[in-house]
Protein backbone atom coordinates (compact mmCIF):
# COMPACT_ATOMS: atom_id res chain seq x y z
CA UNK A 1 0.00 0.00 0.00
CA UNK A 2 1.09 3.51 -0.75
CA UNK A 3 -0.34 6.95 0.84
CA UNK A 4 -0.81 9.45 -1.48
CA UNK A 5 -0.76 12.87 0.23
CA UNK A 6 -1.96 15.62 -2.03
CA UNK A 7 -2.15 18.68 0.37
CA UNK A 8 -4.08 21.11 -2.32
CA UNK A 9 -6.30 18.70 -4.27
CA UNK A 10 -8.77 20.41 -7.07
CA UNK A 11 -11.30 19.04 -9.40
CA UNK A 12 -10.21 19.38 -12.73
CA UNK A 13 -12.23 20.42 -15.44
CA UNK A 14 -10.81 19.16 -18.71
CA UNK A 15 -11.82 20.82 -21.92
CA UNK A 16 -10.63 19.83 -25.48
CA UNK A 17 -11.02 23.19 -27.73
CA UNK A 18 -9.52 23.10 -31.36
CA UNK A 19 -7.40 25.74 -32.24
CA UNK A 20 -7.73 27.57 -28.87
CA UNK A 21 -5.26 30.83 -28.34
CA UNK A 22 -5.37 34.20 -26.97
CA UNK A 23 -8.99 36.16 -27.14
CA UNK A 24 -11.72 35.27 -29.12
CA UNK A 25 -14.33 32.58 -28.32
CA UNK A 26 -13.65 28.93 -28.87
CA UNK A 27 -16.25 25.62 -27.93
CA UNK A 28 -15.31 22.87 -26.21
CA UNK A 29 -15.04 19.23 -28.44
CA UNK A 30 -15.14 17.00 -25.46
CA UNK A 31 -15.04 17.21 -21.63
CA UNK A 32 -13.80 14.89 -18.54
CA UNK A 33 -14.35 16.26 -14.74
CA UNK A 34 -12.64 14.76 -12.55
CA UNK A 35 -10.62 14.39 -9.42
CA UNK A 36 -7.16 15.91 -9.43
CA UNK A 37 -4.06 16.96 -7.89
CA UNK A 38 -1.39 15.12 -8.00
CA UNK A 39 -1.47 12.84 -4.96
CA UNK A 40 -4.85 11.70 -6.15
CA UNK A 41 -3.35 10.94 -9.91
CA UNK A 42 -0.88 8.83 -8.02
CA UNK A 43 -3.11 6.70 -6.70
CA UNK A 44 -5.18 6.28 -9.54
CA UNK A 45 -2.13 5.38 -11.44
CA UNK A 46 -0.82 2.92 -8.43
CA UNK A 47 -4.00 0.93 -8.87
CA UNK A 48 -3.94 1.30 -12.54
CA UNK A 49 -0.85 -1.17 -11.58
CA UNK A 50 -2.31 -3.50 -9.54
CA UNK A 51 -1.44 -1.59 -6.44
CA UNK A 52 -3.44 -0.05 -3.72
CA UNK A 53 -3.28 3.68 -3.60
CA UNK A 54 -5.14 5.40 -0.48
CA UNK A 55 -5.65 9.36 -1.27
CA UNK A 56 -4.95 12.10 2.18
CA UNK A 57 -4.48 15.23 2.60
CA UNK A 58 -7.08 18.08 2.89
CA UNK A 59 -10.39 18.71 1.18
CA UNK A 60 -13.74 21.09 1.68
CA UNK A 61 -16.90 22.05 1.05
CA UNK A 62 -19.00 20.86 -1.97
CA UNK A 63 -16.57 20.27 -4.17
CA UNK A 64 -14.32 18.29 -1.34
CA UNK A 65 -17.29 15.97 -0.96
CA UNK A 66 -17.63 16.13 -4.82
CA UNK A 67 -14.46 14.33 -5.13
CA UNK A 68 -15.03 12.21 -2.41
CA UNK A 69 -18.28 10.03 -4.00
CA UNK A 70 -16.44 10.81 -7.29
CA UNK A 71 -12.93 8.44 -6.38
CA UNK A 72 -15.61 6.53 -4.33
CA UNK A 73 -16.86 5.36 -7.51
CA UNK A 74 -13.10 4.57 -9.29
CA UNK A 75 -12.86 2.51 -6.02
CA UNK A 76 -9.81 4.29 -4.82
CA UNK A 77 -9.48 4.21 -0.80
CA UNK A 78 -9.27 7.81 1.25
CA UNK A 79 -8.21 8.99 4.22
CA UNK A 80 -9.05 12.65 4.08
CA UNK A 81 -8.94 15.40 6.72
CA UNK A 82 -11.85 17.78 6.41
CA UNK A 83 -11.22 21.41 6.55
CA UNK A 84 -14.21 23.35 8.18
CA UNK A 85 -13.99 26.74 6.03
CA UNK A 86 -13.37 27.15 2.61
CA UNK A 87 -13.79 24.92 -0.86
CA UNK A 88 -11.65 22.77 -2.41
CA UNK A 89 -10.44 24.44 -5.72
CA UNK A 90 -11.43 23.07 -9.31
CA UNK A 91 -8.85 23.88 -12.55
CA UNK A 92 -9.83 23.98 -15.69
CA UNK A 93 -7.44 22.28 -18.01
CA UNK A 94 -7.56 23.56 -21.64
CA UNK A 95 -6.24 20.80 -24.51
CA UNK A 96 -5.45 21.23 -28.35
CA UNK A 97 -5.07 17.98 -29.51
CA UNK A 98 -4.06 18.97 -32.89
CA UNK A 99 -1.31 21.42 -31.66
CA UNK A 100 -0.48 19.23 -28.94
CA UNK A 101 -0.82 22.36 -26.60
CA UNK A 102 -2.61 22.22 -22.96
CA UNK A 103 -2.61 24.70 -20.60
CA UNK A 104 -3.75 24.50 -17.15
CA UNK A 105 -4.93 27.37 -14.86
CA UNK A 106 -4.21 26.15 -10.81
CA UNK A 107 -6.81 27.59 -8.57
CA UNK A 108 -5.39 28.72 -4.99
CA UNK A 109 -6.88 26.24 -3.03
CA UNK A 110 -8.43 26.84 0.77
CA UNK A 111 -6.51 27.96 3.82
CA UNK A 112 -5.08 24.94 6.28
CA UNK A 113 -4.68 26.84 9.81
CA UNK A 114 -1.55 25.47 12.31
CA UNK A 115 -4.79 23.14 14.02
CA UNK A 116 -4.98 21.77 10.60
CA UNK A 117 -1.97 20.47 9.74
CA UNK A 118 -1.94 18.85 13.31
CA UNK A 119 -5.12 17.14 12.18
CA UNK A 120 -3.49 16.22 8.56
CA UNK A 121 -0.27 15.15 10.61
CA UNK A 122 -2.65 12.43 13.08
CA UNK A 123 -4.54 11.29 9.60
CA UNK A 124 -1.82 10.28 7.61
CA UNK A 125 0.36 8.39 10.75
CA UNK A 126 -3.31 6.73 10.85
CA UNK A 127 -3.47 5.80 7.29
CA UNK A 128 0.11 4.98 7.24
CA UNK A 129 0.19 2.84 10.03
CA UNK A 130 -0.02 -0.56 8.06
CA UNK A 131 1.97 1.08 4.58
CA UNK A 132 5.63 1.36 4.08
CA UNK A 133 5.82 3.73 1.95
CA UNK A 134 4.36 7.77 2.09
CA UNK A 135 4.50 9.97 -0.79
CA UNK A 136 3.35 13.76 -1.10
CA UNK A 137 2.26 15.46 -4.45
CA UNK A 138 1.16 19.02 -5.36
CA UNK A 139 1.53 22.57 -3.96
CA UNK A 140 0.69 23.02 -0.08
CA UNK A 141 -2.70 25.46 0.48
CA UNK A 142 -2.07 29.16 0.77
CA UNK A 143 -0.67 30.20 4.08
CA UNK A 144 1.17 26.92 4.85
CA UNK A 145 4.64 27.65 7.12
CA UNK A 146 6.89 25.29 5.56
CA UNK A 147 7.83 24.72 8.80
CA UNK A 148 5.32 22.32 9.44
CA UNK A 149 5.58 20.61 6.17
CA UNK A 150 9.17 19.84 7.21
CA UNK A 151 7.93 18.82 10.52
CA UNK A 152 5.76 15.70 9.18
CA UNK A 153 8.13 14.76 6.38
CA UNK A 154 10.65 14.35 9.18
CA UNK A 155 8.15 12.59 11.47
CA UNK A 156 7.45 10.21 8.87
CA UNK A 157 10.69 9.27 8.21
CA UNK A 158 11.29 8.80 11.62
CA UNK A 159 8.78 6.42 12.24
CA UNK A 160 10.40 4.32 9.81
CA UNK A 161 8.15 5.07 6.56
CA UNK A 162 9.74 5.58 3.22
CA UNK A 163 8.90 9.01 2.31
CA UNK A 164 8.84 10.43 -1.25
CA UNK A 165 8.32 14.03 -2.41
CA UNK A 166 7.03 15.73 -5.48
CA UNK A 167 6.11 19.38 -4.77
CA UNK A 168 7.32 22.65 -5.59
CA UNK A 169 8.22 26.35 -4.13
CA UNK A 170 8.07 26.31 -0.07
CA UNK A 171 6.95 22.96 -0.01
CA UNK A 172 9.97 21.46 -2.18
CA UNK A 173 12.27 24.01 0.14
CA UNK A 174 10.88 22.34 3.11
CA UNK A 175 11.64 19.20 1.90
CA UNK A 176 15.98 19.83 0.49
CA UNK A 177 16.07 20.45 4.58
CA UNK A 178 15.27 16.66 5.61
CA UNK A 179 17.50 14.57 4.55
CA UNK A 180 16.37 10.91 3.87
CA UNK A 181 13.50 11.49 1.73
CA UNK A 182 13.27 10.79 -1.86
CA UNK A 183 12.87 13.82 -4.20
CA UNK A 184 11.23 14.05 -8.06
CA UNK A 185 11.72 17.17 -9.75
CA UNK A 186 12.18 17.71 -12.98
CA UNK A 187 15.42 19.79 -15.41
CA UNK A 188 14.52 23.16 -14.25
CA UNK A 189 13.71 22.51 -10.82
CA UNK A 190 17.01 20.82 -10.09
CA UNK A 191 18.50 23.22 -11.96
CA UNK A 192 17.30 26.20 -9.82
CA UNK A 193 18.36 24.49 -6.30
CA UNK A 194 21.75 23.58 -7.35
CA UNK A 195 22.50 27.33 -9.22
CA UNK A 196 23.12 25.32 -12.79
CA UNK A 197 21.90 25.23 -16.41
CA UNK A 198 20.28 21.36 -16.28
CA UNK A 199 19.35 21.16 -20.41
CA UNK A 200 21.24 17.30 -20.81
CA UNK A 201 20.85 14.44 -19.80
CA UNK A 202 24.18 13.76 -18.33
CA UNK A 203 24.00 17.27 -16.83
CA UNK A 204 20.95 16.05 -15.34
CA UNK A 205 22.49 12.48 -13.75
CA UNK A 206 25.37 15.02 -12.47
CA UNK A 207 23.00 17.08 -11.08
CA UNK A 208 20.89 14.23 -9.61
CA UNK A 209 24.13 12.60 -8.30
CA UNK A 210 25.10 15.80 -6.24
CA UNK A 211 21.71 16.22 -4.86
CA UNK A 212 21.04 12.44 -3.77
CA UNK A 213 24.52 12.69 -2.15
CA UNK A 214 23.47 15.76 -0.50
CA UNK A 215 20.25 14.49 0.64
CA UNK A 216 21.31 10.99 1.24
CA UNK A 217 18.52 9.92 -0.29
CA UNK A 218 17.80 8.74 -3.76
CA UNK A 219 16.76 11.81 -6.29
CA UNK A 220 14.61 11.39 -10.02
CA UNK A 221 14.76 13.90 -12.81
CA UNK A 222 12.37 14.25 -15.58
CA UNK A 223 13.18 15.54 -18.95
CA UNK A 224 9.86 15.19 -21.11
CA UNK A 225 10.44 12.99 -24.15
CA UNK A 226 13.70 12.67 -23.06
CA UNK A 227 12.95 10.38 -20.01
CA UNK A 228 14.88 10.40 -16.83
CA UNK A 229 17.17 9.78 -14.97
CA UNK A 230 17.42 8.21 -11.10
CA UNK A 231 20.31 8.54 -8.78
CA UNK A 232 20.42 5.80 -5.74
CA UNK A 233 23.27 4.14 -3.58
CA UNK A 234 25.85 5.63 -6.13
CA UNK A 235 25.03 4.68 -9.37
CA UNK A 236 22.72 6.51 -11.67
CA UNK A 237 20.52 5.49 -14.75
CA UNK A 238 18.49 7.15 -17.33
CA UNK A 239 15.16 5.85 -19.31
CA UNK A 240 13.76 7.10 -22.17
CA UNK A 241 10.67 6.61 -23.61
CA UNK A 242 9.28 5.32 -27.36
CA UNK A 243 8.65 8.40 -29.71
CA UNK A 244 4.65 8.99 -29.11
CA UNK A 245 1.80 11.13 -29.97
CA UNK A 246 1.01 12.61 -27.22
CA UNK A 247 -3.33 13.47 -26.59
CA UNK A 248 -2.67 14.90 -22.99
CA UNK A 249 0.56 15.04 -20.98
CA UNK A 250 -2.00 16.07 -17.73
CA UNK A 251 -0.69 13.87 -14.68
CA UNK A 252 2.42 12.05 -16.94
CA UNK A 253 4.30 13.02 -14.28
CA UNK A 254 1.92 11.28 -11.47
CA UNK A 255 1.96 7.95 -13.11
CA UNK A 256 5.48 8.08 -13.49
CA UNK A 257 5.95 8.78 -9.77
CA UNK A 258 3.65 5.73 -9.29
CA UNK A 259 5.03 3.32 -11.53
CA UNK A 260 8.75 4.19 -9.91
CA UNK A 261 6.94 3.51 -6.15
CA UNK A 262 5.39 0.62 -6.74
CA UNK A 263 8.38 -0.70 -8.52
CA UNK A 264 9.99 0.48 -5.20
CA UNK A 265 7.57 -1.36 -3.09
CA UNK A 266 7.71 -4.61 -5.03
CA UNK A 267 11.44 -4.60 -4.60
CA UNK A 268 12.63 -3.78 -8.23
CA UNK A 269 15.60 -3.29 -9.32
CA UNK A 270 16.13 0.61 -9.73
CA UNK A 271 16.63 -0.28 -13.41
CA UNK A 272 13.27 -2.24 -13.62
CA UNK A 273 11.32 0.58 -11.40
CA UNK A 274 12.55 3.42 -13.67
CA UNK A 275 11.73 1.76 -16.61
CA UNK A 276 8.49 1.42 -15.30
CA UNK A 277 8.28 4.40 -14.28
CA UNK A 278 9.12 5.84 -17.75
CA UNK A 279 6.57 3.84 -19.31
CA UNK A 280 3.53 4.58 -16.72
CA UNK A 281 4.25 8.36 -17.66
CA UNK A 282 4.06 7.69 -21.34
CA UNK A 283 1.15 5.54 -21.52
CA UNK A 284 -0.85 8.16 -19.24
CA UNK A 285 -0.12 10.87 -22.14
CA UNK A 286 -2.00 8.51 -24.82
CA UNK A 287 -5.24 9.48 -23.43
CA UNK A 288 -7.01 12.36 -21.31
CA UNK A 289 -7.29 12.62 -17.54
CA UNK A 290 -4.49 11.92 -15.15
CA UNK A 291 -3.50 8.58 -14.44
CA UNK A 292 -5.14 7.06 -16.35
CA UNK A 293 -3.88 4.20 -18.58
CA UNK A 294 -4.44 0.92 -19.86
CA UNK A 295 -2.89 -1.91 -18.79
CA UNK A 296 -2.26 -2.87 -22.95
CA UNK A 297 -0.73 0.56 -22.88
CA UNK A 298 1.64 0.02 -20.13
CA UNK A 299 2.62 -3.07 -21.06
CA UNK A 300 3.57 -1.43 -24.64
CA UNK A 301 5.63 1.54 -23.22
CA UNK A 302 7.52 -0.66 -20.96
CA UNK A 303 8.46 -3.04 -23.99
CA UNK A 304 9.75 -0.25 -25.94
CA UNK A 305 10.77 1.86 -23.27
CA UNK A 306 15.26 1.96 -23.15
CA UNK A 307 17.34 1.96 -19.95
CA UNK A 308 21.04 3.06 -19.95
CA UNK A 309 23.72 3.66 -17.54
CA UNK A 310 25.39 6.70 -16.62
CA UNK A 311 27.60 6.14 -14.31
Excluded at 87 to 105: F, G, K, M, S, Y
Excluded at 159 to 169: E, H, L, N, R
Excluded at 256 to 284: C, D, E, I, W, Y
Aim: hydrophobic letters at 40%.
Amino acid sequence: MIVCVTPNPTMDRTYVVPGYGEGGVFRVQTQHVGPGGKGINVARAVSGLGGLGVCAGFLAGHTGRHIMEMLDSEGIHQHWTLLDEGETRTCPVLADLERQHTTVINELGPTALPEDWARLQRDILDAAADSEFVCFGGSLPPGAPSSVFGDLLALLRDAGKIVWVDTSGPGLAAALEQKGCGIKVNQAEIGAILERTVATPQAAAEAATHLSQRLDAPVVVTMGAAGAVLSMHGEVWRATPPEIRIVSDVGSGDSFFAGLLVGFLRGHTPVKALRQAVAAGAANALSMGGGRFTWDQFEDMMARTQVESLG
